[in-house]
């Protein structure tokens, strides 16, 4: 099976070694997501529902790009750094895929890479049309 890399341009894919999205087959593996813009700017200040939000954004523009819809997520993993916000980091994921129903998991971590992030988020698609 064919493999496709896909980037989002960033410095820290070369220095780390990682790829935004990676694609084989049907299947689209979306790297650890955070709310960051093209110019490594913070997007939602600490409002964890406009992260979240950000980020699914995000994630939905790669997925166009390997040719996936959020319609074939089968997972995400959402890694927040303070789950007693569970409401707000649910309701921005929920508008995104309240019909679709990945799975998915929820779980809090003592921090992500930078303390202004509040939520990091990985998605996995399988595309089925």
Same mark, same amino acid.
């Given at each position: 099976? $064919?493999?496709?890399?896909?980037?989002?341009?960033?410095?820290?894919?070369?220095?780390?070694?990682y790829?935004?999205?990676?694609?084989?087959?049907?299947?689209?593996?979306?790297?650890?997501?955070?709310?960051?813009?093209?110019?490594?700017?913070?997007?939602?200040?600490?409002?964890?529902?406009? $992260?979240?939000?950000?980020?699914? $954004?995000?994630i939905?523009?790669?997925?166009? $790009?390997?040719?996936?819809?959020l319609?074939?997520?089968?997972?995400?993993?959402?890694?927040?750094?303070?789950?007693?916000?569970?409401?707000?980091?649910?309701?921005?994921?929920?508008?995104?895929?309240?019909?679709?129903?990945?799975?998915?998991?929820?779980?809090?971590?003592?921090?992500?890479?930078?303390?202004?992030?509040?939520?990091?988020?990985?998605?996995?698609?399988?595309?089925?049309?």
């Amino acid at each position: 099976m $064919q493999r496709t890399n896909y980037s989002s341009g960033a410095k820290w894919e070369d220095i780390v070694g990682y790829s935004r999205a990676v694609k084989i087959g049907n299947t689209v593996e979306v790297t650890g997501t955070v709310a960051v813009d093209e110019n490594s700017n913070l997007v939602g200040g600490n409002s964890a529902y406009e $992260q979240t939000k950000y980020i699914l $954004q995000k994630i939905e523009r790669v997925l166009h $790009q390997a040719g996936a819809s959020l319609k074939d997520v089968v997972r995400t993993r959402m890694f927040v750094t303070d789950i007693s916000r569970w409401e707000e980091f649910g309701k921005a994921h929920g508008e995104f895929f309240r019909e679709i129903k990945p799975c998915t998991s929820m779980i809090e971590v003592k921090g992500l890479i930078a303390p202004e992030y509040l939520v990091e988020i990985e998605a996995t698609a399988i595309i089925t049309d």
